[in-house]
């Protein structure tokens, strides 16, 4: 014989759902929301994937600009010991956004992007200049999911 897991019931969900509720703060969730955005704006740039994996169909450059302008509405909400990794991961995906935007046609980068800083887009020495060195970006990016440190 066996023993079966019952379902909770209702009451019990609603009870575990109090219980959590109690201990969560507002910083926990917008900084768990930054994380998602960041993430899923990788994705619909063609960045977050494993290898072999194929998000061509995922692309989407508008849902990408969307999630930046989120994570930038966000930032001057997120905990203060976390706004240095939020903004490392904004202007990641900021730049990268920016990389995409130029090869598909030039279109302009999300408002308030900053400007691209003099000899950021050089490429160090020894290191190649062209699709080649954008593809070397990509799977280091992919090779990671950005979560926030500490948390």
């Not at 994996?53 to 169909?57: F, I």
């Given at each position: 014989m066996h023993d079966e897991m019952q379902e909770p019931t209702e009451?019990?969900?609603r009870a575990a759902l109090e219980e959590q509720m109690r201990h969560i703060r507002v910083?926990?969730?917008i900084l768990q929301t930054v994380a998602t955005l960041v993430n899923?704006?990788?994705?619909r740039l063609g960045l977050a994937t494993a290898p072999g994996?194929?998000?061509?169909?995922e692309r989407?450059?508008?849902?990408?600009?969307?999630?930046?302008?989120?994570?930038?509405a966000l930032v001057p909400l997120s905990p203060p010991e976390q706004i240095e990794p939020v903004r490392q991961a904004l202007s990641?995906?900021?730049?990268?956004?920016?990389?995409?935007?130029?090869?598909?046609?030039?279109?302009?980068?999300?408002?308030?992007?900053?400007?691209?800083?003099?000899?950021a887009a050089?490429?160090?020495p020894g290191q190649a200049q062209g699709p080649g060195a954008a593809e070397d970006e990509r799977a280091k990016a992919r090779s990671k999911i950005w979560t926030p440190p500490g948390r």
């Open positions: 009451e019990e969900l910083e926990d969730v899923l704006g990788a994705r994996e194929d998000l061509s169909e989407d450059i508008e849902q990408a600009r969307l999630a930046i302008e989120a994570v930038r990641q995906l900021q730049m990268a956004f920016a990389r995409e935007t130029q090869a598909a046609g030039g279109a302009q980068p999300p408002p308030g992007s900053a400007p691209p800083q003099p000899g050089e490429a160090a």
